[in-house]
C-alpha cells in the first residue's frame, strides 16, 4: 500500500512569508495528525483530525498556524506569517481507526517537509 | 502532564556488544509506551510497543512502572541497529497523542 505522502520535501522562505504544506494520508486512514520536529528535539504534536473533525489542537499557535482536512482526506497546513522559530520539519502521520477507548493505534508517517525560515 | 526523558543523545557501540537505550517517563494514569525509530534517509516508524510484549529485529523493551521506565534492550548490536531511537508515550485519555522523547542515536561500529 502507499504511504503517507507530503509535499513539499524543503521549502525556504523569508520571515514574515507564508507557507503551506500538504498531506495526503493512507487510504481509508481516519486520523490524521500533524507534527512540528525542531532540530534536536522529538517530534511535536501540532493538530489531530479524526475524518474531519478536529480532535487536539491544543498546541498548535492558532494566530498564525492553520489546518484543515477536507472531505476527511487530504490535509494541508499553513503557516502565515512565519517566525524564524518555525524552522523545523513537519510531519504528517495517519492511523487507521477513529479513536474507541482501545489501544492506540500505529502512527504512520510520511517523509516529512523541511522548512527553513531566513 | 505527560512526559518522556530519554538522557543519552548519542549511544556508541561496538557490533557484538549489548546495547540499552534508556526511557523515562511521567504520567499518572496507566500508560502505552512505544519505540519509534528513523533510518537514515528513511520515514519515522514503529518498532515495537509495550502491549505487544514481542522482540522485533531482537530489541525488547519491558514496562517498569514502579521506575517509570521502558528502556530498550537487545543483547548484540548489529551495524543495521544504526538509527534514530524515539521513546513515546500514549495516555489513557484523550485521543491517542502521541508525547514523544527527544531521541537518542545510536551508532554500531564494526
Known amino acids: 500500500e502507499a504511504g503517507v505522502a507530503q509535499s513539499p520535501r524543503y521549502k525556504i522562505i523569508e520571515k514574515r512569508q507564508s507557507v503551506a504544506f500538504w498531506c495526503n494520508p493512507i487510504s481509508g486512514h481516519a486520523t490524521l495528525y500533524w507534527y512540528q520536529q525542531i532540530l534536536g528535539q522529538g517530534p511535536k504534536l501540532l493538530i489531530q483530525f479524526q475524518n474531519n473533525g478536529v480532535v487536539d489542537d491544543s498546541q498548535l499557535p492558532k494566530d498564525r498556524f492553520s489546518a484543515e482536512r477536507l472531505k476527511g482526506v487530504d490535509s494541508t497546513l499553513k503557516i502565515q506569517p512565519a517566525k524564524l522559530e518555525d524552522s523545523a520539519v513537519y510531519l504528517c502521520?495517519?492511523?487507521?481507526?477513529?479513536?474507541?477507548?482501545?489501544?492506540?493505534?500505529?502512527?504512520?508517517f510520511g517523509p516529512g517537509t523541511r522548512l527553513t525560515v531566513l | 502532564a505527560q512526559r518522556v526523558t530519554q538522557p543519552e543523545k548519542l549511544l556508541s557501540v561496538f557490533k557484538g556488544a549489548p546495547v540499552e537505550l534508556k526511557c523515562n517517563y511521567s504520567y499518572s494514569g496507566s500508560p502505552e509506551l512505544f519505540w519509534y525509530v528513523q533510518y537514515s534517509r528513511q520515514r519515522l516508524q514503529l518498532l515495537l510497543r509495550h502491549i505487544s510484549r514481542e522482540s522485533i529485529k531482537g530489541f525488547t523493551a519491558d514496562l517498569n512502572k514502579g521506575e517509570t521506565s521502558f528502556h530498550l534492550k537487545k543483547p548484540f548490536a548489529q551495524e543495521e541497529d544504526s538509527a534514530m531511537y524515539y521513546c513515546?508515550?500514549?495516555?489513557?485519555?484523550?485521543?491517542?497523542?502521541?508525547?514523544f522523547g527527544t531521541g537518542t542515536r545510536l551508532l554500531v561500529s564494526p
Open positions: 502521520a495517519s492511523s487507521p481507526t477513529p479513536f474507541s477507548g482501545g489501544s492506540t493505534d500505529t502512527q504512520y
Open positions: 513515546a508515550l500514549s495516555g489513557d485519555t484523550g485521543f491517542q497523542k502521541l508525547v
